[in-house]
């Protein structure tokens, strides 16, 4: 059984950083696609970053370019976002999500991943200006 269990939230002044984890459990990350995505109070999810399974490369929205980092533990299966120079903008619920195997068809392409099959619970993310 695929889980992933978020952590690493919390609330932070506009400038400062704050990173993410997500562990997870019942697969290997390098043999799925996985990344965050975040939803902000009355707007729709919006992919935040992805790592592709195929070839591990790293997929960023626009909104979080330059800013936001995505890595991988794989020793640990652990998933993070290293999250710098936040903004208010940067407010939502923040969610990690899973789906494979990548040979199966299961990508990081363009928002594919608010679709993605697993994802965590969440972990709130506040900035204050």
């Known amino acids: 059984e695929v889980q992933l269990v978020e952590s690493g939230g919390g609330l932070v002044q506009a400038g400062g950083s704050l990173r993410l984890s997500c562990a997870a459990s019942g697969f290997a990350l390098e043999d799925y696609a996985i990344g965050w995505f975040r939803q902000a109070p009355g707007k729709e999810e919006e992919g935040v970053s992805c790592i592709k399974g195929r070839d591990g490369s790293e997929v960023y929205a626009e909104s979080v370019k330059g800013r936001f980092a995505i890595s991988s533990d794989r020793a640990t299966n652990t998933l993070y976002l290293q999250m710098d120079n936040l903004k208010p903008e940067d407010t939502a619920v923040y969610y990690c999500?899973?789906?494979?195997?990548?040979?199966?068809?299961?990508?990081?392409?363009?928002?594919?991943?608010?679709?993605?099959?697993?994802r965590g619970q969440g972990t709130q993310v506040t900035v204050s200006p």
């Open positions: 999500a899973a789906d494979g195997p990548w040979w199966s068809g299961y990508e990081c392409y363009d928002d594919t991943i608010t679709g993605f099959r697993s």
